[in-house]
């Protein structure tokens, strides 16, 4: 048992979908899942395990930011021994070739967190980066199924209040998206030897006022979703 996992060696599958929001989680448990079972409710971080085509996948709620997300990660690997994280999140959009509800494949995710500095000290400007088999698996299998995914960079801020943040050099630089997951994710993956994966959905545009509702963001994500669970299966 982790510190904030409240679960057994076994309980948890080696591959695992990773919403911030508890209750994205149980609802991919409930409406996806074959006889999910929860495993975890500390901090109300809903947990569950079931099937998919017959196979084990997992389902962990990992709260906002990198802070929160890195020790729910931290603890799935060490504690747990999970080889496959893939993140099934929302995002603010940026540029103009992104609308709402796009669903977005982080090749690699810039940040503005002290993460990286605070990891390798001076000199070294780390790239937190997509395992290359999960993200060919996501794009192969929303190309198969006929859904539109953009696939590039996206920022993991520290503040989701950000009034300094320069959207628009963002956005010309490349960047598709923010959000405040990714990064951590992504460096811990390399840490740990293991394979990570971001997928988000956007939710909002930054810089207007067009978004979607909790409730939406919770429970509609469908197509992004089922990207992630063929994802998780191919693994399994």
Do not use: W
């Not at 299998?141 to 953009?150: D, L, P, R, W, Y």
């Not at 951590?184 to 810089?207: E, N, P, Q």
């Amino acid at each position: 048992m982790s510190t904030h996992i409240d679960a057994q060696r076994g309980d948890i599958a080696e591959t695992v979908l990773m919403p911030g929001d508890p209750l994205r989680a149980k609802y991919i448990a409930e409406n996806f899942l074959t006889d999910p079972k929860r495993y975890n409710t500390v901090r109300n971080a809903f947990g569950y395990t079931g099937t998919y085509k017959g196979k084990p996948v997992s389902v962990q709620a990992t709260g906002m930011g990198i802070p929160s997300l890195s020790i729910y990660t931290t603890e799935l690997i060490k504690d747990f021994g999970v080889k496959n994280l893939i993140r099934v999140g929302s995002c603010g959009g940026l540029g103009k070739d992104v609308k709402l509800r796009d669903i977005l494949i982080a090749q690699s995710a810039s940040t503005d967190s002290s993460i990286i500095h605070n990891t390798f000290g001076q000199g070294v400007y780390f790239a937190p980066t997509a395992d290359f088999g999960l993200l060919e698996d996501s794009y192969q299998v929303a190309k198969a199924k006929g859904i539109s995914v953009k696939v590039g960079n996206i920022l993991s801020e520290d503040r989701f209040y950000d009034d300094e943040l320069d959207i628009n050099k963002l956005a010309d630089y490349g960047i598709m998206g923010a959000e405040m997951e990714a990064a951590g994710l992504y460096l811990l993956a390399a840490k740990h030897h293991v394979k990570a994966l971001a997928i988000s959905t956007v939710s909002d545009m930054i810089g207007t006022n067009e978004g979607l509702s909790a409730e939406e963001r919770a429970t509609t994500f469908n197509e992004m979703i089922e990207i992630c669970l063929e994802v998780a299966y191919q693994q399994s």
